[in-house]
């Protein structure tokens, strides 16, 4: 994976609250202080950081790499970049909103909730 898929990889994953379990969501705000050391330009540190994060919040790791694979990046040009960079702000964004107002998902969230309509 590269740094590009692994950032939409995980902004992707934020976008659900059930990606998350208990654990994950107390240690959000470390995951904020660590993302704030890094300007949005610093796309492999960011990366790395992700990575790292998830990694230590197993299933997290297996799902971002498994999302992150999914998404495969054009050829590099400058607007790449400022996609990446859009992508590094919202993740910075939603982390620190979610650390502020953590909403561990349900006990039994793991689950699989069916819809027989």
Request: proline share 8%; charged share 25%.
């Amino acid at each position: 994976m590269n740094y590009a898929q692994i950032i939409a990889g995980f902004r992707e994953l934020l976008e659900e609250s059930n990606n998350f379990d208990r654990q994950a969501w107390q240690d959000l705000p470390q995951l904020a202080q660590t993302l704030d050391q890094f300007s949005d330009d610093d796309f492999n540190p960011v990366a790395d950081a992700i990575v790292d994060w998830c990694a230590a919040h197993q299933p997290l790791g297996e799902n971002l790499r498994m999302v992150a694979v999914r998404w495969t990046p054009q050829k590099a040009n400058p607007a790449d970049e400022e996609g990446i960079k859009k992508n590094i702000s919202v993740i910075r964004e939603t982390v620190k909103q979610k650390a502020a107002n953590p909403q561990p998902p349900a006990p039994n969230s793991n689950q699989t909730v069916s819809n027989d309509d």
